[in-house]
């Protein structure tokens, strides 16, 4: 990473913390009263706001494809390719009709100022290198879709850093379909250009595809074998469309 040309990013990021801030107290609340219908409410508010206006303050342009394909409501869990750290901003900025949060490496939680908000929004953490604890993470997650709660998931695992995705892990779909809800597809072209290309946050041009619903409920042990499979082609599959338009 460069240090010095990492400054003016650092310095917008930490300036779009405004546009979080206002609704910490109302997701506390929330919270603590366990009213999770208006907990999701001013998740979402918070994290489509904040998205949005981090990809303008770095003058990034996001066109969005298929949005009719997303739900109304939630719970579903989302799953992408994983192109760079950018991938938050754009989530946030473009799936803007329910909450969701992210299944995420543990080291995020640890980021100042910004660590605390990725767990206010309910995101489960990951640590790599002890499976006993990401089991206990992914049972988090699943007791977070039951009550309504949304997530992100990236099967890759880890960011490609680049234009082509890593190898999906096979048990991502877990999360889905345990609790039995929809897998929304999403493919998403351009985001490692706003850091991972140049080693410094910048504006870039940025796709995102979202694909139909799978629904998970009721699925054969055959399908649901097949199910792996088949999100990572449909992922896939749908960057190259994006990346075959540029």
Same mark, same amino acid.
């Given at each position: 990473?460069?240090?010095?040309?990492?400054?003016?990013?650092?310095?917008?990021?930490?300036?779009?913390?405004?546009?979080?801030?206002?609704?910490?107290?109302? @997701?506390?609340?929330?919270?603590?009263?366990?009213?999770?219908?208006?907990?999701?409410?001013? @998740?979402?508010?918070?994290?489509?706001?904040?998205?949005?206006?981090?990809?303008?303050?770095?003058?990034?342009?996001?066109?969005?494809?298929?949005?009719?394909?997303?739900?109304?409501?939630? +719970?579903?869990?989302?799953?992408?390719?994983?192109q760079g750290y950018a991938d938050i901003f754009v989530y946030c900025a473009a799936l803007t009709k329910f909450q969701f949060a992210f299944v995420a490496k543990e080291e995020l939680?640890?980021? +100042?100022?910004?660590g605390k908000w990725i767990k206010r929004i309910r995101s489960v953490f990951i640590e790599r290198e002890?499976?006993?604890?990401?089991?206990?993470?992914?049972?988090?997650?699943?007791?977070?879709?039951?009550?309504?709660?949304?997530?992100? @998931?990236?099967?890759?695992?880890?960011?490609?850093?680049?234009?082509?995705?890593?190898?999906f892990m096979k048990g991502s779909t877990k999360l889905a379909t345990k609790p039995g809800v929809p897998i929304v597809p999403v493919s998403l072209n351009g985001s490692y250009k706003m850091f991972e290309e140049e080693g410094y946050l910048k504006g870039a041009e940025i796709d995102i595809m979202i694909h139909e619903p799978i629904e998970t409920e009721g699925l054969t042990r055959q399908e649901e074998k097949e199910l792996p499979d088949k999100v990572e082609k449909i992922i896939v599959d749908g960057l190259r469309k994006l990346q075959a338009k540029k």
């Open positions: 990473m460069k240090i010095f040309a990492n400054i003016p990013g650092a310095i917008k990021l930490i300036n779009c913390l405004k546009y979080l801030v206002s609704y910490k107290k109302a @997701i506390d609340e929330a919270r603590a009263a366990e009213n999770f219908e208006e907990e999701r409410k001013y @998740i979402l508010k918070s994290t489509s706001y904040w998205g949005h206006k981090v990809m303008e303050m770095f003058g990034s342009e996001l066109t969005v494809h298929g949005f009719e394909n997303l739900p109304e409501k939630g +719970p579903v869990v989302i799953m992408g390719n994983h939680s640890k980021i +100042p100022l910004y002890d499976p006993r604890a990401s089991l206990k993470a992914i049972k988090q997650g699943i007791e977070y879709i039951e009550d309504g709660f949304s997530l992100v @998931i990236f099967p890759e695992g880890t960011r490609s850093k680049g234009p082509d995705p890593g190898p």
